[in-house]
Structures are given as structure tokens and as C-alpha cells.
């Protein structure tokens, strides 16, 4: 027994690891997060790093088990596979099954290969240890509800390797919610330009045959890159390597000077800057919607911040038609001093100047994640047919108010959805708020999903693809979109989107009946029963009355003397015989008749009665589950995401958006993820084209003087 452990500790594995790599097979923390180059080769050393694991544990009951998860089960046999045999085939007594791609240890230890395409195949397991590889290319519900469980039982680690796609779920993986690094967590990033695997004459062939942000992405490990055409990527790519974005404090004996993006319909942004020696610290951010100036005043104000000025831009002098004020004299109103009118100013010097502003700057990683997100997505227009950048910036990515969008309660459109709320993100269930018109007579592209389902959207609202960002205009027939659903979750999203969330919603339903018909009028009617409830609504044609509930309408209109005339109440009366399609009867008594008009006057705060009404709403809810199945809603989504076509369409409308804070996205219909969007960049241009001016060059403490009427 003694001569086979010793001969089991002088096992040798065929496998020398690159210099690059040892500290990872060295490193102590349970988790780990390795972004490497393409052709680097983490695959071969992950599955090394398997077996070593698997030798090492000396468990016997129950015996340990690992797993390597790779995007589909197909790409884990092509490419994990082999390796896995080739480098544990000199332990003896090994088993192997090509069936199921396990090998099993004489000890018990066993590795298995799974695809995430699948991942539901985990449900229930306990791993000691799991490398997951591409993340970037795997639904991000596989982590936190099926993977991360199965590592509880005995303190599994996890491993999570790849090449960037965008800021998506792997690159926030490492991430506490506040946005710092998660303690628990190696990380390692092996650029083309540092390992030196790669020569530098097969580089140089390499970029030529691909773009910048292409090749940056693949061969530099940029998070950023996919952003086709961002202004400041390199920028900020600079200052995530020099480690600028950190903690920064504020400093209590310099002044803050912030600047700001006013909007209208749009978001008002508003970053905070301390100059400290050669420093320009960028210590908060703020970004709000829907609000009056004195809402920003007020939040300034309540910051614990000594003020140098304030930095507006130039259209802030323009007078309003209906108060003859301009917004500069309105902050001045409220009590802001020193206000200073950034000069007007061409795009593009307002872009260059932010170019040479931001390698001076530190930015605080937590209070400024917004504005950072914003800056980092600050691209220009890209032009598929010419295949180049055009020259302007983009930001207001939106979708028509009549695109739906998956949320807690069902599918609703974007117009309809009440401020404040929760959507499906690519990370799961997120709150949002203020969806809002963010652009008035938008251009337009339609956008036709392979499933059928076709959205209106601005040419330059991103989807999220298999390579990162793209703008709605720059996809092709066959480009597949990434998902927040999955084949399994496609049923319960199906279900939870025709029944809503039952016990909440069929309350909320049962006041909302009582309060349409007791108290609230035509106008609100139909905005209560279509955002609270995920049915049909049907336009009433006996009486001016909306009803989320029935098919037509048997009630008196409520007021004195019942509010109808007895012509229209015996045409309402003679159809209480007629079945309704809802399941719903008309009888003399209960719901549905007149028996209810006394209990119904008494309104929300009254003493009415919610029990028919909770039955009148339950039926219903039961009948369009019914008719959505029966059209195959649930099937849908079942289908690939793939892109059929786009078009430029000739008329413009009004668009929407949302503010989903940290995960910057959110689901359509099908499950297709896009981004919302973002306005910081255009506050952070002011910033860098006056800061230098009026913060340095005049002083802290000197006052600002500016025109009182016309541009600067």
C-alpha cells in the first residue's frame, strides 16, 4: 500500500506550463478569472489544472467529481476532449467513457465535460471543482442558478476563462455589487503584446486582417473593444491599466467643480472634479430624468462638497418659450453660483479634448460607474455599406413605444411601462426606471427576428451579438443575437408572461376593477387594467368603459341616476344572457351586473367586496394563458435569435428608453438582449473643455462672471 502511494505522488503528467501561467496553478483564492489572448492556450492548462485537482483529493466518500463547461457539448468534445485524455492517460487504471466524456481516477475522482446548451444537466450535482470555459458565449443564468449551487456541498472552486465579448456577465463576474473587486477572486490577463507567444511578425499579419476594435478584443483582451468606434476606448482602456479607476476620496481642501448635461426629455448628467496638485479626480457622478432643475440643485447641494462652480453648456442660455427664462437664469434662481457657459464648441474638438483630459484623470470606480459605462460607449456612427465611421457621436438608442419589452409582469410596451419596475436582463431580474421619450421624430430601421417578432428602433440602438455591441444597422441576415432565455426557461417565461405573477397580480387586479368602475375615469381606466395586467384589453361598445375583464361591458356608467340612459342600460341588460369568451356569465346577481353598482361606488378605500372581482380577473387571466399557448407564444422564443433583415424605413417617430442602473440592459419580447441608453458623455466634454480654464487658469476661489444673454 505504501509503494502505491508513493508511486501515485511520483505520477508525472505530460504537461509543462507556461511561465504565464504558473500563478495561476499556484494561486490560493477559491475563485479565479483568467482572460487570455486567443491560441494562449487555457484550455490545456485548465484541464491540467482538473487533474491535478482531482489526484490530489484524497476523499473517498462521496468520491469528488469536477467538470469543464464549455459553451455547447459539441465545442466541449472538439475542444476539451482530447485534451482531457491525452494528458491523464498515463494514470493507471484509469476509465474512460467516450459516451458520456468522463474519465474516472482509480480513487473514485471523476471528470466530466458538459456543454452549457444544456447546463440544466447540472441541476442537483456537487462539484469540487468547475471550469467554465468562454463565458461570454454561455447564458448567465447557468452560474448563479445551476453551477455556483453545485459547489456548495463541499466549498468548490471555479474557474472562469475566456476572451472578452463586451461588458457582459463575465466581464462583471469578478465584481461586488458596488462595483469593487471581489476579494475571493485570482485574476490574470495575458495579453498578445506581453506573453510572447505569439511572434511578433504573425501580429502584425494578424491586424491586418482585422479591424482595430477586432483585433484589440481577441489578442489584447479589451472589454471595450466591441464597441465598434468608441471615441475614448483607448483612452479608458489606459486608465484601467494604470489602475485610474480606484477609490478616490473626496478632498476636503480642494474645491468641486461639476459639470453638467441638461436635458429635456432626455437625462441630465452631471459629473464632480476635484484638481488636486497634477490630478484631476473624478470623485461622482449623478444622472437623473423626468425631473425639474431644482431637483439637481437640490441633490448638489446635499452633497457634502465645498463648490468652486458650475460648468452648463452653451444651449443653456436659449429661452424657453412658456416661462421666457433661460435654464441659466433658472439655476440662478435656485441659489447656484458661479456658473460658467462652456464656449461653443465643434463635436469634435469637444471629443479631442477629452482625448488629452482623460489620461489626467482618476475616477472614483463606484460613484462614477454610470459615467464611466457612458464613456466607454461614446462611439461614432458606423456605416455597414461603406464599411467606415461617421463623423458624429451617438447616444439616444431607442426603441418605438409600441415595442414590448419582458418584464415582472409580462410582455408590455415600453410606452406603457410604469417608472419604476424590474426587466429581464442578460443577469436576470433588474429594476429600472424612468422609461421616457429620449428622442422626438427619430429615424427608423425595422429589425425582423427569424421567430417572426419585428422592432422599430433607431439605427444606432446596440443588440448585444455572439462578438459584442453591434448597432441595429450594422446586422446582417443570419447574425445571431444573445438571449436572456433559454430552451428550458422559454416555458416558465411563457407562463410567467401570460399569467404575470399570479398572487400579486390577481390582487392587484381585484382593486383595480373596484377602482375602474367605482372611481376612476375613462382615461385612467385603460391605463390601470393594460400595466397591471399581462390580458387583453377590449374596447367596450356599449358604454364609454374599459374593462381589462370582460368582453363587453354590462355595467351602468357610475354617477347620479346611474349616468346612462335607460336606452343604453336595456341594450347593456339584454346581452347579460349572452356567454362571454372570458368565462365570465351574466347573472342577476354577483359580478358582472348591476347588484355590484353599490358596492362598486365605494371605490378602493371603501367596503367593497374583491371576491368577484378576483374571479372575474382569474378567468380571464386563464382564458389568454389558453389563447396565448394555443398561438404558440410559448414556442417561440424556443427558436434561434437569428436576424432575418433590417430596413430603413422612410417615416420617424418618437422613441423610448429606460435607466437600467448597473446592468445597462434589458430584454425584448423574444428574449434578445439590448442596451438602454446613456448621456454622461456629453457632460464629461464640457468638463474637459473648461476645467483647465476656469479651475486652473482663474482659481478656486475667484468668482466666474458670464454673459447674462447670448453665446459665449
Given at each position: 500500500m505504501d509503494e502505491t502511494v508513493r508511486e501515485r505522488r511520483e505520477l508525472v503528467i505530460p504537461y509543462l506550463p507556461r511561465p504565464q501561467f504558473l500563478p495561476y496553478h499556484d494561486r490560493?483564492?477559491?475563485?479565479?478569472?483568467?482572460?487570455?489572448?486567443?491560441?494562449?492556450?487555457?484550455?490545456?492548462?485548465?484541464?491540467?489544472?482538473?487533474?491535478?485537482?482531482?489526484?490530489?483529493?484524497?476523499?473517498?466518500?462521496?468520491?469528488?467529481?469536477y467538470a469543464y463547461v464549455a459553451p455547447t457539448y459539441t465545442q466541449a468534445k472538439d475542444i476539451a476532449w482530447n485534451y482531457l485524455k491525452l494528458y491523464s492517460a498515463v494514470i493507471p487504471g484509469l476509465k474512460v467513457s467516450e459516451s458520456e466524456l468522463w474519465i474516472e481516477l482509480p480513487s473514485g475522482a471523476r471528470i466530466r465535460l458538459y456543454g452549457a446548451d444544456n447546463y440544466e444537466r447540472m441541476r442537483g450535482l456537487y462539484h469540487d471543482g468547475v471550469t467554465v470555459d468562454e463565458p461570454a458565449q454561455i447564458d448567465p443564468r447557468a452560474w448563479p442558478e445551476v453551477i455556483r449551487?453545485?459547489?456548495?456541498?463541499?466549498?468548490?472552486?471555479?474557474?472562469?476563462?475566456?476572451?472578452?465579448?463586451?461588458?457582459?456577465?463575465?466581464?462583471?463576474?469578478?465584481?461586488?455589487?458596488?462595483?469593487?473587486?471581489?476579494?475571493?477572486?485570482?485574476?490574470?490577463?495575458?495579453?498578445?503584446?506581453?506573453?510572447?507567444?505569439?511572434?511578433?511578425e504573425e501580429l502584425n499579419s494578424l491586424k491586418r486582417g482585422l479591424s482595430e476594435e477586432q483585433y484589440e478584443q481577441e489578442f489584447q483582451c479589451s472589454f471595450d473593444a466591441a464597441v465598434i468606434g468608441a471615441y475614448f476606448g483607448k483612452q479608458m482602456a489606459g486608465a484601467e491599466t494604470d489602475k485610474r479607476i480606484t477609490g478616490v476620496p473626496y478632498e476636503a481642501t480642494a474645491q468641486v467643480w461639476t459639470a453638467w448635461d441638461l436635458g429635456i426629455a432626455d437625462s441630465t448628467a452631471i459629473w464632480f472634479a476635484q484638481v488636486v496638485g497634477r490630478e484631476i479626480r473624478i470623485i461622482d457622478y449623478y444622472e437623473a430624468s423626468g425631473a425639474d432643475l431644482g431637483h439637481y440643485v437640490r441633490e448638489i447641494s446635499n452633497r457634502p462638497y465645498s463648490y468652486g462652480g458650475h460648468i452648463v453648456p452653451h444651449d443653456s442660455q436659449a429661452r424657453e418659450l412658456g416661462t421666457g427664462k433661460t435654464r441659466l437664469e433658472v439655476l440662478e434662481s435656485l441659489g447656484l453660483k458661479n456658473l460658467t457657459v462652456c464656449q461653443m464648441h465643434r463635436v469634435e474638438d469637444g471629443i479631442n479634448a477629452v482625448r488629452v483630459f482623460i489620461p489626467k484623470c482618476w475616477f472614483d470606480a463606484v460613484k462614477c460607474a454610470r459615467g464611466i459605462e457612458a464613456l466607454k460607449m461614446y462611439r461614432a456612427e458606423y456605416d455597414d455599406k461603406l464599411q467606415t465611421l461617421r463623423p458624429r457621436p451617438v447616444h439616444d438608442w431607442c426603441f418605438t413605444g409600441d415595442t414590448k419589452v419582458l418584464t415582472r409582469y409580462g410582455m408590455y410596451p415600453i410606452k406603457e411601462l410604469p417608472l419604476q419596475g424590474e426587466v429581464l436582463t442578460q443577469c436576470g431580474w433588474k429594476p429600472y426606471h424612468s422609461p421616457r421619450v429620449t428622442r422626438r421624430s427619430a429615424p427608423l430601421v425595422a429589425v425582423l427576428f427569424a421567430d417572426g417578432l419585428s422592432v422599430r428602433c433607431t439605427p444606432d440602438h446596440l443588440f448585444m451579438t455572439e462578438s459584442g455591441w453591434r448597432s441595429a444597422e450594422s446586422l446582417t441576415r443570419g447574425m445571431l443575437i444573445q438571449s436572456s432565455l433559454t430552451r428550458s426557461r422559454s416555458i416558465s417565461m411563457a407562463v410567467s408572461t401570460a399569467f404575470g405573477r399570479a398572487t400579486d397580480t390577481i390582487r392587484a387586479a381585484a382593486r383595480n376593477y373596484i377602482g375602474t368602475l367605482g372611481l376612476l375615469p375613462l382615461g385612467q381606466s385603460r391605463a390601470v387594467a393594460t400595466s397591471t395586467i399581462g390580458t387583453a384589453t377590449r374596447q367596450i361598445t356599449s358604454s364609454p368603459i374599459l374593462s381589462a375583464f370582460q368582453q363587453t361591458n354590462t355595467f351602468r356608467l357610475l354617477g347620479k341616476g346611474g349616468g346612462q340612459n335607460e336606452k343604453q342600460a336595456d341594450t347593456s341588460r339584454k346581452r347579460q344572457e349572452t356567454p362571454l369568451l372570458t368565462g365570465i356569465g351574466r347573472t342577476p346577481e354577483g359580478?358582472?351586473?348591476?347588484?355590484?353598482?353599490?358596492?362598486?361606488?365605494?371605490?378602493?378605500?371603501?367596503?367593497?367586496?374583491t371576491g368577484p372581482a378576483i374571479i372575474a380577473a382569474l378567468s380571464s387571466m386563464l382564458s389568454s394563458a389558453r389563447a396565448a399557448i394555443a398561438k404558440g407564444f410559448a414556442t417561440l422564443i424556443a427558436k434561434p435569435l437569428l436576424i432575418e433583415s433590417v430596413e430603413r424605413l422612410p417615416e420617424t417617430e418618437d422613441v423610448y428608453c429606460m435607466t437600467v442602473p448597473g446592468e445597462e440592459s434589458f430584454s425584448l419580447a423574444n428574449g434578445a438582449i439590448v442596451h438602454n441608453c446613456s448621456h454622461g458623455a456629453d457632460?464629461?466634454?464640457?468638463?474637459?473643455?473648461?476645467?483647465?480654464?476656469?479651475?486652473?487658469?482663474?482659481?478656486?476661489n475667484r468668482q466666474i462672471n458670464y454673459p447674462s444673454m447670448g453665446y459665449v
Open positions: 490560493t483564492e477559491r475563485f479565479a478569472k483568467i482572460v487570455a489572448h486567443r491560441r494562449f492556450g487555457k484550455t490545456v492548462g485548465c484541464i491540467n489544472e482538473l487533474i491535478k485537482a482531482a489526484l490530489s483529493n484524497t476523499r473517498k466518500t462521496p468520491p469528488p467529481r449551487p453545485t459547489l456548495s456541498d463541499f466549498k468548490g472552486w471555479a474557474s472562469f476563462i475566456g476572451t472578452p465579448q463586451g461588458r457582459d456577465w463575465f466581464y462583471k463576474i469578478d465584481k461586488m455589487p458596488d462595483g469593487t473587486d471581489d476579494p475571493d477572486f485570482f485574476r490574470l490577463t495575458l495579453k498578445a503584446s506581453e506573453t510572447g507567444i505569439i511572434s511578433p359580478y358582472g351586473t348591476d347588484a355590484m353598482l353599490s358596492g362598486l361606488r365605494a371605490g378602493q378605500s371603501g367596503s367593497a367586496k457632460a464629461f466634454r464640457y468638463l474637459a473643455m473648461e476645467l483647465d480654464r476656469s479651475a486652473i487658469k482663474t482659481g478656486f
